[in-house]
């Protein structure tokens, strides 16, 4: 890494997309990789929108740095991060959050959950590496920035053990036995961590608070024989979790698939959107809400590209980057029975170059509305654009 922790400088570039003309901000050109957070809403930026979070990998270090969006500067938070996980990963934006009216970034490290303060660049270690055979997922931000919960579930046998790779995880853990999953909380001031939730035979990655209650999760259940890739086959994958009474509310889509995934929040808290490979072909994409009514489901059957959903913050808008175009961010309007399509503005990416996640897009929009963030991949490594909308 040729910046050192606190140091700032600007590497971006501007152009006008050449679908919408809207103007694009091009934040990093240089590096191997550089990746925002995930699809997860209000998990990237300042509550004001002027920063975004990411981390950033140079000459096989990594480091967690902010961007200030209007001018394009950088600021590497951390020292440089040379030890690899237990994955064989240095820190990326797949387990990146923020909390963003106490600006205190949370990322994993060493299967640590560590936090680094935006402006005064002050570090904490939240939660210490759980020890060989387990992995943290995603960390989540409460409403009320209190508290910070993360999923803690078994690892691959093999990748703990740092061995060569013989089989896969369905292969390893065909009938669950084995398998665990813990939801860690702990207050994002510091202090001592507990488990507040836990089951047996799962697995989840995921666990995103809803925006305006502190006290519920939407969280993924994946069970075996295929997990994350299709869970048992006849049991529904989102739901939501109420922490202080532990009780699980599925929310059912309509098709007969019924495994949604890339689900998240929109701002206020009333829907849950999500999307998933159609039992009819193609896919389907839906809102619906806390309690598990379905507020709207479009089954796109000639709709054959992957991709994810993400929230908007002032429109009845689903923030696509896949499923019907390639190449190009869309707003999928669900107000109506018929769904309205508009483009945002193309991103080009390649996907699955590099591998892993850092080449999707994951676009997220800032809490004012002014922006959409996404990673775009090119020539075997990946920047991250911001669209003024």
């Given at each position: 890494?040729?910046?050192?922790?606190?140091?700032?400088?600007?590497?971006?570039?501007?152009?006008k997309?050449?679908?919408t003309?809207?103007?694009?901000?091009?934040?990093?050109?240089?590096?191997?990789?550089?990746?925002?957070?995930?699809?997860?809403?209000?998990?990237?930026?300042?509550?004001?929108?002027?920063?975004?979070?990411?981390?950033t990998?140079?000459?096989?270090?990594?480091?967690?740095?902010?961007?200030?969006?209007?001018?394009?500067?950088?600021?590497?938070?951390?020292?440089?991060?040379?030890?690899?996980?237990?994955?064989?990963?240095?820190?990326?934006?797949?387990?990146?959050?923020?909390?963003?009216?106490?600006?205190?970034?949370?990322?994993v490290?060493?299967?640590?959950?560590?936090?680094?303060?935006?402006?005064?660049?002050?570090?904490?270690?939240?939660?210490?590496?759980?020890?060989?055979?387990?992995?943290?997922?995603?960390?989540?931000?409460?409403?009320?920035?209190?508290?910070?919960?993360?999923?803690?579930?078994?690892?691959?046998?093999?990748?703990?053990?740092?061995?060569?790779?013989?089989?896969?995880?369905?292969k390893h853990?065909?009938?669950?036995?084995?398998?665990?999953?813990?939801?860690?909380?702990?207050?994002?001031?510091?202090?001592?961590?507990?488990?507040?939730?836990?089951?047996?035979?799962?697995?989840?990655?995921?666990?995103?608070h809803?925006?305006?209650?502190?006290?519920?999760?939407?969280?993924d259940?994946?069970?075996?024989?295929?997990?994350?890739?299709?869970?048992?086959?006849?049991?529904?994958?989102?739901?939501?979790?109420?922490?202080?009474t532990?009780e699980?509310?599925?929310?059912?889509c309509?098709?007969?698939?019924?495994?949604?995934?890339?689900?998240?929040?929109?701002?206020?808290?009333?829907?849950i959107?999500?999307?998933?490979?159609?039992?009819?072909?193609?896919?389907?994409?839906?809102?619906?809400?806390?309690?598990g009514n379905?507020?709207?489901?479009?089954?796109?059957?000639?709709?054959?590209?992957y991709?994810?959903?993400?929230?908007?913050?002032?429109?009845?808008?689903?923030i696509?980057?896949?499923?019907?175009?390639?190449?190009?961010?869309?707003?999928?309007?669900?107000?109506?029975?018929?769904?309205?399509?508009?483009?945002?503005?193309?991103?080009?990416?390649?996907?699955?170059?590099?591998?892993?996640?850092?080449?999707?897009?994951?676009?997220?929009?800032?809490?004012?509305?002014?922006?959409?963030?996404?990673n775009?991949?090119?020539?075997?490594r990946?920047?991250?654009?911001?669209?003024?909308?």
């Amino acid at each position: 890494m040729p910046a050192r922790k606190g140091e700032t400088w600007n590497e971006s570039e501007t152009y006008k997309d050449a679908w919408t003309l809207r103007p694009v901000r091009r934040l990093t050109t240089m590096g191997a990789t550089n990746q925002t957070p995930t699809y997860h809403t209000n998990i990237g930026f300042t509550d004001d929108g002027e920063f975004l979070i990411f981390a950033t990998e140079r000459e096989g270090l990594s480091a967690v740095c902010k961007v200030h969006l209007p001018t394009g500067d950088i600021t590497q938070l951390t020292d440089a991060l040379g030890d690899r996980d237990g994955e064989g990963r240095i820190v990326d934006g797949s387990r990146l959050c923020i909390a963003p009216r106490s600006r205190w970034t949370l990322y994993v490290h060493q299967q640590a959950l560590k936090a680094v303060h935006l402006d005064t660049f002050e570090e904490r270690i939240l939660i210490p590496s759980q020890g060989p055979g387990m992995m943290l997922g995603i960390p989540s931000v409460s409403g009320d920035e209190s508290h910070i919960t993360v999923p803690c579930f078994t690892q691959h046998p093999e990748i703990a053990a740092g061995k060569r790779l013989t089989g896969d995880y369905m292969k390893h853990f065909p009938d669950g036995k084995g398998v665990k999953l813990q939801l860690l909380e702990v207050p994002l001031t510091g202090g001592d961590y507990r488990v507040v939730y836990e089951e047996d035979g799962i697995r989840s990655a995921h666990c995103p608070h809803s925006p305006v209650d502190s006290d519920l999760l939407l969280i993924d259940r994946d069970f075996p024989p295929r997990y994350w890739a299709g869970s048992d086959g006849k049991t529904n994958r989102i739901w939501t979790l109420r922490l202080s009474t532990k009780e699980l509310t599925e929310l059912p889509c309509q098709d007969p698939n019924f495994f949604q995934v890339h689900s998240c929040w929109t701002f206020d808290g009333q829907h849950i959107l999500y999307h998933g490979r159609s039992a009819h072909g193609g896919y389907f994409i839906g809102a619906t809400d806390p309690q598990g009514n379905t507020v709207r489901e479009y089954g796109m059957h000639g709709a054959n590209y992957y991709g994810h959903v993400s929230a908007m913050v002032d429109r009845p808008a689903i923030i696509l980057d896949g499923n019907i175009s390639n190449n190009l961010l869309l707003w999928l309007y669900y107000d109506h029975e018929m769904p309205r399509v508009e483009v945002i503005a193309a991103h080009n990416t390649d996907w699955g170059r590099p591998p892993g996640q850092f080449s999707h897009p994951h676009p997220l929009c800032d809490p004012t509305g002014r922006y959409i963030t996404f990673n775009a991949a090119e020539n075997g490594r990946t920047d991250i654009f911001a669209v003024k909308v």
